[in-house]
T-cell receptor
Framework: DVKVTQSSRYLVKRTGEKVFLECVQD?????MFWYRQDPGLGLRLIYF???????EKGDIPEGYSVSREKKERFSLILESASTNQTSMYLC??????????????FGDGTRLSIL | GENVEQHPSTLSVQEGDSAVIKCTYS??????FPWYKQELGKRPQLIID?????GEKKDQRIAVTLNKTAKHFSLHITETQPEDSAVYFC???????????FGKGTRLSVIA
């Protein structure tokens, strides 16, 4: 069974802090994703990574950056946290198989509060 | 790019009744359509998916139908039970590496 692990379930930080959210998957998946989930807005894609060292902007990348130095780990960075970044953050990974889209597997999420 | 619309946003049904959630997509290149269920406080989990070479797929009480001409697909849950209460997300994707595009979700409540 695919295991996507996010380092924290709950996190409280202060405005202006640099915040790191970590995600690790154990299935050697090439693709990894970061979403934020807000009521009524569904899952919005922040950044994704096709493979190690690669990153692409999603729909709402402003205020965020990412790092993928190892295949199993994908980090989301809030450079200077603001209150409007209070949200649930979900990481996902996916196996890349030729030209066929595959299911994305999600972690349990990190509920981040910025005070 | 792809845009996925999902309706309704909330749905209440009596236990034992059927529930239907509908999604439309805009990109004719999309060929993969998964459905995710997210229970309160838990991760979204894949419950069923369908590819464009198939019109319908069933798994026990859940089924998904796809109409490629009309660019819409639907989730059908029969004989609903209280444990079906959750938020359901549809998604669409094309070939290869592009991320799935998700609908905004439907909160299903099954009333005992």
């Amino acid at each position: 069974d695919v295991k996507v692990t996010q380092s924290s379930r709950y996190l409280v930080k202060r405005t202006g802090e640099k915040v790191f959210l970590e995600c690790v998957q154990d299935m050697d998946h090439e693709n990894m994703f970061w979403y934020r989930q807000d009521p009524g807005l569904g899952l919005r894609l922040i950044y994704f990574s096709y493979d190690v060292k690669m990153k692409e902007k999603g729909d709402i990348p402003e205020g965020y950056s990412v790092s993928r130095e190892k295949k199993e780990r994908f980090s989301l960075i809030l450079e200077s946290a603001s209150t409007n970044q209070t949200s649930m953050y979900l990481c996902a990974s996916r196996f890349r198989f030729r030209q066929s889209n595959q299911p994305q597997h999600f972690g349990d999420g990190t509920r981040l509060s910025i005070l | 790019g792809e845009n996925v619309e999902q309706h309704p946003s909330t749905l209440s049904v009596q236990e034992g009744d059927s529930a239907v959630i509908k999604c439309t997509y805009s990109d004719s290149a999309s060929n993969y359509f998964p459905w995710y269920k997210q229970e309160l406080g838990k991760r979204p989990q894949l419950i069923i998916d369908i590819r464009s070479n198939v019109g319908e797929k069933k798994d026990q009480r859940i089924a998904v139908t796809l109409n490629k001409t009309a660019k819409h697909f639907s989730l059908h849950i029969t004989e609903t039970q209280p444990e079906d209460s959750a938020v359901y997300f549809c998604a669409a994707g094309d070939s290869g590496n592009t991320p799935l595009v998700f609908g905004k979700g439907t909160r299903l409540s099954v009333i005992a």
